[in-house]
């Protein structure tokens, strides 16, 4: 299966990733993790994402494009693939449609993790990381509601997308999860 999941920083991404790679047995694509991976190695592309990354801007779509492009190229995703963090622009979006279609591929579905500010806020406040202070943080929110939020209304209209309620416990969650790959599935065979 192809599937995306889109949620604003501190929805509980990591934890239904994981679980969600265990169920499919897919690769977990994390531009995230990929973009950190960059800046460990010190590469020209980590250089150049750290400045945005420490601000909690997003990355140029050109670059992330690039490194995207690249990872689905390879051979492990030819059984399907988990996309987490991207894309994340109506750009993104587009050119990953125009990607998969060149390889005649399509998304099989969207899952959309939903959670009130207030509460990603708390959350936010209980951990900590890099880039989690609060200024960042409220800055990462705001990006993902001016540039990724619309990306909902994009798959909605291609009836791709599934909103899930991520409040509660992680299994329930899941649960919720499963019911919408299944639907996934179903409108796959019509
Ligand atoms: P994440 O681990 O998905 O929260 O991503 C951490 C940071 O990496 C984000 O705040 C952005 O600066 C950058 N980033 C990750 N994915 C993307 C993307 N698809 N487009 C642009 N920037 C990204």
Redesign the pocket.
Known sequence: MRIILIGP?GAG?GTQCQRLVDLLRVPHL???????AEIRARSTEGLQ?NR??E???????T??LGM?TKRLELADCRAGFLL??????LP?AASLDDLLERRAMNVDGVLELSVPRDELVRRMLARRRA?DNPEVFSN?IA?FEAQTAPLLEYYARQEKLATIDGLGDADDIFGRIKIALGKFARDASR
Do not use: C, H, N
């Open positions: 920083p991404k994390s531009t995230g993790e990929m973009l950190r994402a945005f990354m601000l909690g801007q997003l990355v140029p779509d670059l992330v995207v987490d963090g991207f894309p994340r622009t993104q880039d990462r990006i």
